[in-house]
């Protein structure tokens, strides 16, 4: 599956994106999603995931409460919403397929990852 993320610009903080993330090909619904952040000087890490029938996700302390991962299968997209977003958030956010049936946190099982989208808040 091939992903292309798109969505992220500029905000302040405490305003809102919506990040999103379309794939190719008729296996989508297969899959369950991730959505990753890498901020300039630091490691990559988890935001969200989502299962592959959208019934079940998970987020990283530092996004719960404030981040929605969703998924629309007949779109073949998955989505990315950030609201109350902190100049800590800045990053440039990256969505990936899951080659395992759980939902995972963890980047050693992502099968295809998509471009970035950077998301920078200021203050």
């Known amino acids: 599956v091939q992903l292309q993320a798109s969505g992220g610009g500029s905000v302040q903080a405490g305003g809102s994106l919506r990040l999103s993330c379309a794939a190719s090909?008729?296996?989508?619904?297969?899959?369950?999603m991730d959505w990753f952040r890498q901020a300039p000087g630091k490691e990559r890490e988890f935001v969200a995931a989502i299962s592959f029938n959208g019934r079940n996700t998970y987020y990283a302390d530092s996004v719960k409460g404030r981040f929605t991962i969703s998924r629309d299968n007949a779109k073949n997209t998955v989505y990315l919403q950030m609201n109350s977003l902190r100049p800590e958030d800045t990053a440039v956010y990256y969505c990936a397929a899951s080659g395992i049936p759980t939902v995972t946190w963890e980047m050693k099982y992502m099968i295809s990852w998509g471009k970035g989208t950077q998301v920078t808040v200021s203050s």
């Open positions: 090909g008729r296996t989508f619904s297969s899959y369950s």
